[in-house]
């Protein structure tokens, strides 16, 4: 392979942003996001005792191919909701996860619940946009950011404020998290590299956090048992995608889940 995964998709992204600026110039985004709007709260949600579980719609992976390419978005975050689940998750990259900004809006419109855009978010432009497009959160992936975009996105996210899920998979970007003063950390159990996926990641890193943060466990998480695991290491909130979307009856899953 000659280039991982996560290195192609940040090259496309690039591509995308210098795309969207062209139709559309930041400034005018930021005076859009700028506009009053409904806001759900993502944060306060997983601060909640019990199992929280941020559900995913999701058609497609890099690794895996089409995992449901007949996903609706406004079905699966109806049943999500019924089922439980603390706030929502989007896809809204179209090139790897078939996803799109239409998803989100169909998503949020559907349910009450707190929406997290999950994209590859290397351009303040992309913060601005997922402000118009009417989520509550955005992801910031560690790897993919230098410590000043970090804290820049971080900033800007608190003056739009959107909460920020800021994702790390290894101790060094933990590390790098804690330094930029991220309150909402993601460990993720998936390599973004190979997209190998190991829970015992997020068990491994749960205690590298310090005690006023609140972490998620992502990736990887396939039943009950897995929770159970996760929440011996002291993480009691969930981001859970594929094995949602295969599921026969998301509804029944997500209760299972919770337990």
Known sequence: MAKDFLSRIVEQKKEEVEDA????PEKQLKEESGRPRTRR???KQL????????????????????????LNPVTYASAYQQGGAAALSVLT???????????????????????????FIISSYQIYESC??????????????????????????????LDALVETHSEEEIEKANLAGARLVGINNRNLSSFETNIENAVNMASLLDS????????GIRGREDIEKLKSAGIHNFLIGESL????????FLN???G
Do not use: T, W
Not at 21 to 24: D, L, M, P
Not at 94 to 116: I, T, W
Not at 146 to 161: A, G, K, R, V
Not at 245 to 252: G, L, N, Q, T
């Open 245 to 252: 979307v295969r599921a026969s009856d998301p509804k029944a």
């Open 47 to 70: 601060e909640r005792p019990g199992v929280n579980i941020i559900a995913e719609i999701k058609r497609a992976s890099p690794s895996k191919g089409v995992i449901c390419a007949d």
């Open 21 to 24: 600026r062209k139709r559309f």
């Open 93 to 119: 990259d179209h090139p790897y996860f078939q996803g799109s900004p239409e998803d989100l809006k169909a998503a949020r419109e559907a349910v009450n619940l707190p929406v997290l855009r999950k994209d």
């Open 212 to 219: 006023d943060q609140v972490a998620v466990a992502e990736s």
């Open 41 to 43: 709260p993502f944060l």
């Open 256 to 258: 299972s889940l919770i």
């Open 132 to 161: 118009v497009l009417g989520a509550d959160a955005v992801l910031l992936i560690v790897r993919i950011l230098s410590m000043e975009q970090l804290i820049d996105y971080l900033d800007i996210c608190s003056e739009l404020q």
